[in-house]
Nanobody, 117 residues
Framework: VQLVESGGGLVRTGESLRLSCAVS????????MAWFRQAPGKEREWVAS???????TYTDSVKGRFTISRDAAKSTVDLQMNSLWPEDTAVYYC????????????WGQGTRVTVSS
């Protein structure tokens, strides 16, 4: 399976970006899809998840600003990011977790988001 992210770029504080993850398999075959990010000099952190059931969770720092969604017909998972802050600067990764697995084990190559102040 392949995950390919797109949509990263350079924006100013307060602006928006929409990231997209194209999945080479039907996304309904996965227990959950997620977005993670890794800022310069920091460890990778979880951002948001969307489960096969439709449940959605976010890390506190992005609640109310980011929205994760999926399109089963297109096998894509998007992350709409509004009101971006410089602290959101990071490489954003799409990840997939299969049923019966306890972790996200399938990763994309990442897309870079830079938010200038």
């Amino acid at each position: 399976v392949q995950l390919v992210e797109s949509g990263g770029g350079l924006v100013r504080t307060g602006e928006s970006l929409r990231l997209s993850c194209a999945v080479s398999e039907t996304i309904s075959t996965f227990l959950a899809m997620a977005w993670f990010r890794q800022a310069p000099g920091k460890e990778r952190e979880w951002v948001a998840s969307i489960f096969n059931s439709g449940a959605i969770t976010y890390t506190d720092s992005v609640k109310g600003r980011f929205t994760i969604s999926r399109d089963a017909a297109k096998s894509t998972v998007d992350l709409q990011m509004n009101s971006l802050w410089p602290e959101d600067t990071a490489v954003y990764y799409c990840a997939a977790r299969r049923f019966g697995r306890s972790a996200f084990e399938i990763w994309g190559q990442g897309t870079r988001v830079t938010v200038s102040s």
